[in-house]
């Protein structure tokens, strides 16, 4: 067989929901871990647009008052269709959002994942941060076990490993934080996991 006849495989690794939980010892999600760049790339542009329009969403429904006292400009009245318009748009950019990672976990269909995300969280929202964090944090060690590779090999052949030459993309883009639960919680239970929260209170995570 000719080198140019490999086969790009897809690799999956079972996720243990035991490792957040033990009530929830042997329940697994099958994550796919090396999918091609181009779509870790993507998730990080597709997190950036969700909170831009959830914060779009959550302005408009609730513009920031403005002390009666101070000489800035009364804010316009916005109509009920902006409102309907913001909360389209976020509704829009968070199914793309989920749609990516319905091919993460065990390709399953992008309403399925939508719905478990609202379901986690209004029930069990660690849980739905664990998910993502965890998702991104295999995909990283994917990548990362595999610079680890290339460095012993060098070295095994004499040379100086290269620590630096090489970087690895994370998933997520230039802002790998906006996928984690950390950044998520906070900015509150507003976050890209749920729906706009149009009055939403930070919440000391």
Not at 24 to 44: A, D, F, H
Not at 129 to 147: G, H, P, V
Request: glycine share 8%; hydrophobic share 30%; with cysteine.
């Amino acid at each position: 067989m000719s080198i140019s006849d490999i086969k790009i495989k897809k690799v999956i690794r079972p996720m243990d929901l035991g490792e957040f939980q033990k009530e929830y010892k042997g329940t697994t999600i099958e994550v796919w871990v090396n999918p091609p760049i181009k779509m870790l790339q993507e998730v990080g542009k597709l997190s950036v647009e969700m909170e831009e329009a959830r914060v779009r969403a959550a302005l408009v429904h609730e513009p920031i008052q403005i002390d009666e006292n101070t000489e800035e400009n009364p804010q316009e009245e916005v109509t009920e269709g902006q409102i309907k318009a913001a909360a389209e748009k976020y509704e829009a950019a968070r199914r793309a959002y989920y749609t990516w990672y319905s091919k993460i976990w065990q390709d399953s269909p992008a309403d399925e994942i939508l719905e478990l995300a609202d379901r986690l969280q209004n029930e069990e929202p660690a849980l739905l941060y664990y998910l993502r964090d965890k998702t991104q944090k295999m995909i990283r060690d994917y990548l990362a076990s595999a610079k680890k590779t290339d460095a012993s090999v060098t070295c095994a052949g004499g040379r100086e490993a290269n620590n630096g030459s090489t970087s690895q993309p994370n998933p997520g883009g230039q802002d790998d934080q906006r996928l984690s639960g950390r950044a998520d919680l906070a900015r509150g239970s507003g976050g890209p996991s749920g729906r706009p929260d149009h009055g939403h209170q930070s919440a000391g995570e």
